[in-house]
């Protein structure tokens, strides 16, 4: 008896000390497509779903795609979602070089999390796309790089550019110094 009662216990704590810890991942294709606009969109809605076809030329050759969305969300916002899953998936489909970073982040007093990337933030590297400008940079003595990230605002998408500086010398914690 005591002892379940000590499994039972160091089962609630874990699960307890679990609950306050996120674990944040993200991953970039390192290889560099050149991809046309969206052509012959087709999108079909349907009660909390939405379905899209259309085309796209990645590197020179018309790709046809099609991707299927449901949820409870407005059935507009869903079709934004799909063209972006299905572009994302079929680069993701070309192969190449890619690079994945985690990290765990854990607070004692619960949290907010909030997948809008902001100024002061510290992210890892992954979680925003590169600019145009897609050297690397030292701004007062740190390793810096411009982003660009697009997120959704008032049901359109929105692009946003930045700056994010290594914060130490282990590649997963940049800040984000600026945002326009």
């Known amino acids: 008896m005591r002892v379940t009662k000590l499994m039972l216990s160091l089962l609630v704590i874990s699960q307890t000390a ?22 012959n969109l087709t999108k079909t809605i349907s009660t909390s779903k939405c379905t899209v076809v259309f085309d796209m030329e990645v590197n020179g050759e018309m790709q046809h795609l099609t991707q299927s969305i449901t949820g409870i969300e407005y059935e507009e916002r869903l079709c934004i979602k799909a063209i972006e899953l299905a572009r994302k998936e079929h680069l993701a489909s070309l192969g190449g070089n890619f690079k994945t970073d985690a990290v765990t982040v854990c607070q004692e007093n619960g949290r907010v999390v909030s997948s809008k990337i902001k100024v002061g933030d510290t992210i890892l590297e992954s979680e925003v796309g590169t600019s145009k400008m897609k050297d690397y940079f030292t701004y007062k003595g740190a390793r810096c790089r411009m982003f660009k990230t697009v997120s959704e605002l008032n049901g359109q998408l929105k692009t946003y550019n930045g700056v994010i500086c290594q914060i130490d010398n282990s590649d997963t914690n940049w800040l984000v110094v600026d945002k326009w």
């Open 18 to 39: 679990f609950a306050d810890c996120d674990m944040r991942m993200a991953s970039a294709n390192q290889n560099q497509y050149q991809t046309g606009p969206i052509l």
